[in-house]
T-cell receptor, first 114, second 114 residues
């Protein structure tokens, strides 16, 4: 079955360390997205990618970096510059940016920085 | 900022219809209405979307008013597994930049009770 896989489900890191969250999709979707969710809040867009080797900043990109070397993969690195990295991170994909179809989300990675 | 207004929470009896309202008074002509839901600690799940006409699928029905300034998501026979946060989102796939992506507000927390 096609879908989006995020790994790991839970991640613990020490303050000051960079950490990379994995997101893989086998839906043949061109567009991919990273969102952050804090307790009791909606989702906020970090980065998005329309196509391979292209990505754009979302609303809260500071302290994060991404790459899109393959269509299937859109890893997110949470750097030490991110002031409050503890959150629930969600990856999503869609056929393309200009399509009216919905997004497919992964099951999320819960990052805790201690 | 989210372009929609939803009640913070709602209750529904199991087996009854759940009617979730959403106001989007500033919606523009090329913006679609999307509904997603998020069960605790999982990724959001796409439910349904529409532009002008009412829509129905195996999960729900979407009723959009004639002036498109509000809509209602209907779960015809709510079950305990429908307990979740429901997000109403308006989006134009034609809009460039991060505003063309899904922007999530806080949604409505629906509690289905036995």
């Amino acid at each position: 079955d096609g879908g989006i896989t995020q790994s790991p489900k839970y991640l613990f890191r020490k303050e000051g360390q960079n950490v990379t969250l994995s997101c893989e999709q086998n839906l043949n979707h061109d567009a991919m997205y990273w969102y952050r969710q804090d307790p009791g809040q909606g989702l906020r867009l970090i980065y998005y990618s329309q196509i391979v080797n292209d990505f754009q900043k979302g609303d809260i990109a500071e302290g994060y970096s991404v790459s899109r070397e393959k269509k299937e993969s859109f890893p997110l690195t949470v750097t030490s510059a991110q002031k409050n990295p503890t959150a629930f991170y969600l990856c999503a994909s869609s056929i393309d940016l200009g399509s009216s179809t919905g997004y497919t989300f992964g099951s999320g990675t819960r990052l805790t920085v201690v | 900022d989210a372009k929609t207004t939803q009640p913070t929470s709602m209750d529904c009896a199991e087996g009854r219809a759940a009617n979730l309202p959403c106001n989007h008074s500033t919606i523009s002509g090329n913006e679609y209405v999307y509904w997603y839901r998020q069960i605790h600690s999982q990724g959001p799940q796409y439910i349904i979307h529409g532009l002008k006409n009412n829509e129905t699928n195996e999960m729900a029905s979407l009723i959009i008013t004639e002036d498109r300034k509000s809509s209602t998501l209907i779960l015809p026979h709510a079950t305990l597994r429908d307990t979740a946060v429901y997000y109403c989102i308006v989006r134009s796939p034609l809009e460039g930049g991060s505003q063309g992506n899904l922007i999530f507000g806080k949604g409505t927390k629906l509690s289905v009770k036995p």
